[in-house]
Nanobody, 128 residues
């Protein structure tokens, strides 16, 4: 079983940056797919970005493409989401999740893909 703990959220002005971290424990997540999600008040949870496997591709939602960067440090069992040029509409609780490696293009972004483990979330608030 994998336990995930997100950190790095906070309050930032529009145009600013934050880096979220997702620390995993319990077992190594080298071969897992990693996803970052967010849920704003009154809205459904949406996938923001994912990395399909240890040496796999990165994918981004159109709303964050060019502004967010997903990365992973397998030696530290930690994943990151660098968020730049933040907008008020990025305000949400952000979650990381891991699941089996995916070898289908964009598979980890698909709604039907089941992530096995989830973190508790970290709040990101972007003021205008």
């Amino acid at each position: 079983e994998v336990q995930l703990v997100e950190s790095g959220g906070g309050l930032v002005q529009a145009g600013g940056s934050l880096r979220l971290s997702c620390a995993a424990s319990g077992e190594t997540f080298d071969d897992y797919a990693i996803g970052w999600f967010r849920q704003a008040p009154g809205k459904d949870r949406e996938v923001v970005s994912c990395n399909s496997s240890r040496d796999g591709s990165d994918y981004y939602a159109d709303s964050v493409k060019g502004r967010f960067i997903i990365s992973r440090d397998n030696a530290k069992n930690t994943a990151y989401l660098q968020m730049n040029s933040l907008k008020p509409e990025d305000t949400a609780v952000y979650y990381c999740a891991v699941g089996p490696a995916v070898f289908v293009t964009g598979g980890c972004m698909e709604p039907r893909y089941d992530y096995d483990y989830w973190g508790q979330g970290t709040q990101v608030t972007v003021s205008s």
